[in-house]
Structure formats: structure tokens, C-alpha cells
């Protein structure tokens, strides 16, 4: 399906998975390759949504145990796009710039999740506090308008 | 949960696994002490990863996809990972994945081929 400039009126807007249990990141992936095919994304594009939404949920998982990821589509003049919202109230992160550095890690993991994912999206945010939580939030953009090839 | 469930099939020497589409992490984790478990239970001297269906290769599948062929590789068995999508393929280098040392091939055929020098006696599958 292509997009054609606009959101089709029939399309969901906004959804959301909660995460608790590590198939949760299954389902987040399922939610967000659902909501980005349906907003008129390529296949390359999804794929490097949905791998970056895999990221994020996983480090949900792995820091903060629990938390939500939220899906919101973007229609801003002619640009289409989707936000992903990341939130957890786990132990937050002591120092963000070591954390977007590739190769570090503070809890077993590959040390790629963060700046993997910053790297396969378009904006990325990171606000977090120590003993409060984190929210990262990610937004990918149509390469063109109408272009669903790439 | 329901696991998406694997293939494994022996073609001469060769394990051939096929890896779902998108398994979750324990599933992966599984899938990989399986695979080694039929590797001496079929005294296989190779392993085809036939990840030709796998539409997210995020950093834990893709890691312990190239742990598996390591591994493999220590208990004699030379690996080939099979398969990967265009869309994966560019996902996974911008993300900064490597499958370590593995060999790779386009297909599950030209794997095969690589695994039992068939390619050295003619290229009997080009048609």
C-alpha cells in the first residue's frame, strides 16, 4: 500500500505495548511493524524501525524490567511519520554520553542497543533521571512524500 | 507462550536449520544449544543457518547467531549463514552488527555448495 500524502482515514493512529516479560519485545515488534507498514514505510524502513523498537524494548527489559513503549503516527505538513516512545521507571542512566557510546555497556548486553538505534532512526531523545527513569523517544520521517520504495 | 518452532534437515554431512521469522529471546537462546545437541548427534561436519525468513536481526539474534557458528566451528563443523535479506542486510550494518567470522552465502543452495565442494566440481545447481 502506498502512502499518498496523508494517513489513510481508516488507520490507527497511536497504540501501545506494555513491557513486563521478554516476550513483550515480540510484541513490540509486531505492533511497530503493523503501525509503520500500515503508515506507508518501505520495507527497508521497517525493518530498521522495528530493529530499533527491538532495541529499546530489550533495554527496557533488561534495566528497567518493566515499563511501555508508545507508537504515535506524525502528519506535520505533508510530512509523514512515526514516534516511538520509550518509558520506564527503572534505575535511570548515569551517564547518557557513555551510554550512546558504541561498545559500552553496563548490564551484559552488546552495548549497541542505544546508539544502534539512534543510528537507525531519523531523531532520537534521551531524558533520564537517576532513581526516577527514562524516556527515550524516536521518530522516523517518509524519505519523500509518497515514496514507499525505500 | 507458543515457540515458533525450527527446522532441522541433514543433507549429506550438512545441518540445515531454518530460523524463524521472529522468535523471541529464549526462543533463540534454545534454538542454539538444539542445533549443537544435532550437530554430534548427527555427526554433522556442517551447519547451514538459513535465515532467509528472519525479518528483524536485532543485536541479541544476530549475536547469537555468529555464537552459534563459533561454537559450531569448535566442535568441527564449518558454518554458513544463508540467506539474509536486502532489508536486513542494510538494517544490521547501519545498526553495527557483524556475524564474526562466519561464512555467508546468498542462498541455502550456493551454502551447501560452499559446504560440500559441489561449486569445485561444476556448479551443478545452475540450471
Redesign the interface.
Same mark, same amino acid.
Do not use: F, N, Q, Y
Given at each position: 500500500m502506498r502512502a499518498s500524502g496523508a494517513i489513510a482515514m481508516n488507520a490507527e493512529r497511536a497504540g501501545e505495548v506494555r513491557i513486563h516479560s521478554?516476550?513483550d519485545? @515480540?510484541a513490540t /515488534?509486531?505492533t511497530v511493524?503493523t503501525a509503520a507498514t500500515q503508515l506507508g514505510f518501505g !520495507? #527497508?524502513d @521497517? #525493518?530498521?524501525i @522495528? #530493529?530499533a523498537a527491538?532495541?529499546l524494548a530489550?533495554n527496557i527489559f533488561l534495566y528497567a524490567g518493566s515499563g511501555i513503549m508508545r507508537w504515535e503516527a506524525l502528519d506535520t505538513g505533508g510530512r509523514i511519520g512515526i514516534e516511538l516512545t520509550f518509558e520506564d521507571r527503572g534505575p535511570g542512566i548515569t551517564d547518557i554520553e557513555q551510554a550512546m557510546e558504541?561498545g559500552y555497556t553496563s548490564g551484559g548486553? !552488546?552495548g549497541?542497543?542505544l546508539?544502534?538505534?539512534k /543510528? !537507525?532512526m531519523d531523531e532520537f531523545e534521551i531524558a533520564s533521571e537517576i532513581g526516577k527513569g527514562t524516556i527515550v523517544t524516536a521518530k522516523k520521517w517518509h524519505r519523500r512524500l509518497g515514496d514507499s520504495t525505500s | 507462550m507458543a515457540d515458533e518452532s525450527i527446522s532441522v534437515v541433514k543433507v549429506r554431512d550438512v545441518l540445515m536449520v531454518t530460523m524463524p521469522a521472529d522468535p523471541d529471546d529464549a526462543s533463540v537462546s534454545a534454538l542454539q544449544m538444539k542445533v549443537l545437541q544435532m550437530m554430534e548427534q548427527y555427526e554433522a561436519t556442517g551447519l547451514v543457518l538459513d535465515i532467509s525468513a528472519v525479518e528483524t536481526l536485532d543485536s541479541f539474534f544476530a549475536r547469537t547467531v555468529a555464537e552459534t557458528a563459533q561454537m559450531a566451528s569448535l566442535m568441527g563443523g564449518r558454518t554458513v549463514i544463508a540467506g539474509m535479506r536486502p532489508s536486513v542486510a542494510i538494517t544490521a550494518t547501519q545498526l553495527g552488527l557483524t556475524l564474526g567470522s562466519a561464512m555467508t552465502a546468498l542462498d541455502v543452495d550456493r551454502a551447501l555448495d560452499t559446504l560440500t565442494d559441489a561449486g569445485q566440481r561444476g556448479n551443478s545447481h545452475e540450471r
Open positions: 521478554e516476550s519485545i @515480540v /515488534r509486531r511493524r !520495507l #527497508t @521497517v #525493518t530498521r @522495528v #530493529t527491538s532495541e530489550r558504541a548486553g !552488546l549497541m542497543g546508539p544502534g538505534a /543510528r !537507525l | -
